[in-house]
């Protein structure tokens, strides 16, 4: 039943959901190709579980159409469910179980046939053999994690959500973690997640952006920096801290935020910025320099989510 004619996974359109008359996803449309590896960002409460959960046939939407893996999120979303992998935020194992018997618990709640070749499979493929008879509950928050992925990957999903996989996850883990997402991203899964973590957003092959339910951004992290057309001029030395003071609130200046030593001063227009921070440092009468620097992508979402509350709240055609 899969749709073999492409490598479409994901395409959905005009996806919206209302919970007591208010909409928390807008009109959302989206495709993912297999493989692909896709990250959902946006504030609190934005509606990225909503749209991930109305995808894989978990809630149904008010409105909008669309296929999951071939399968019509309408009407199949129990053959979805079938196919999909989900990760949530609270991930729940019982903790007097070892890893090899929590993943044999849920082998039998998949009833998955050959049930110990395919937990033996996975503790392998997951890289879990040194823990495979530590009791849970005293796994570390890194390898709890991991227990996680491998119970959302063992019955060989052909799509993995993910939603915020990481939350309080040490680095170490978190690069480990990701490289095993990349690693059965290139077997041909396709990961959506939704992340708040921009090294995590780095990691995506494209990301989206989602604000107040509606998408505002969506492209690799280099094209949604570019798009957003903000510069970034970055000052150091001993006067920082008075030329944040002079700056903030200057025509052109959008955002100034300390870096370490630094201070980053961001703005939609690289003529008008470069005016403010000059006057600045002319008026502290030097100790500083000013030179242009590299956008990052937490300062396009600052801009966008400023962007789309100053929307959500004129009401911009928002219907109810
Ligand atoms: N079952 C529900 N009933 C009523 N409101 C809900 C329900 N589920 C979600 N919401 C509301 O819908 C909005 C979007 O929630 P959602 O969980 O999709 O956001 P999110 O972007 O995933 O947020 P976060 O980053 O905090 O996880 C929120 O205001 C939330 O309170």
Not at 88 to 113: G, K, M, P
Not at 180 to 193: D, F, Q, S
Not at 223 to 236: A, F, H, K, M
Not at 285 to 292: C, D, F, L, Y
């Amino acid at each position: 039943m899969t749709d073999t004619r492409d490598d479409t996974v994901i395409s959905i359109v005009g996806l919206t959901k209302r919970f007591n008359g208010r909409t928390v996803v807008d009109d959302v449309a989206l495709e993912v190709r297999r493989g692909e590896i896709v990250g959902f960002l946006g504030p609190n409460g934005s509606g990225k579980t909503t749209t991930i959960r109305m995808i894989c046939g978990l809630l149904k939407p008010d409105s909008g159409s669309g296929t999951c893996l071939g399968l019509d999120i309408l009407t199949q979303s129990t053959l979805i469910k079938r196919e999909v992998g989900y990760m949530t935020q609270r991930f729940s194992f019982y903790e007097d179980l070892t890893i090899r018997e929590n993943l044999d618990f849920v082998a039998r709640v998949y009833d998955l046939d050959d049930r110990q070749k395919r937990v033996a499979e996975t503790i392998a493929r997951l890289g879990l053999e040194r823990r495979r008879d530590q009791l849970a509950g005293s796994l570390s928050g890194g390898w709890k994690q991991r227990l996680a992925l491998a119970a959302s990957v063992m019955h060989q999903p052909k799509l993995l959500l993910l939603d915020e996989p990481t939350a309080g996850v040490d680095p170490q883990a978190r690069r480990e973690f990701w490289d095993e997402i990349h690693r059965l991203a290139a077997e041909g899964l396709t990961v959506l997640v939704s992340t708040h973590y921009m090294d995590e957003a780095e990691r995506c092959h494209r990301i989206v952006y989602i604000a107040y339910g509606r998408i505002v951004a969506r492209g690799t992290v280099a094209e949604v920096i570019d798009r957003s057309g903000l510069s970034t001029i970055v000052v150091s030395g001993a006067n920082v801290n008075r030329i944040a003071a002079l700056v903030r609130g200057r025509d052109g200046v959008e955002q100034v935020a300390p870096f370490g030593n630094d201070l980053h001063v961001v703005g939609p227009d690289a003529a008008l910025l470069k005016q403010a921070v000059d006057a600045a440092v002319a008026e502290v009468g030097g100790g500083v320099t000013a030179v242009p620097g590299a956008t990052g992508l937490e300062d396009v979402f600052i801009r966008l989510m400023q962007q789309a509350s100053v929307e959500d709240r004129a009401g911009n055609g928002r219907r109810p």
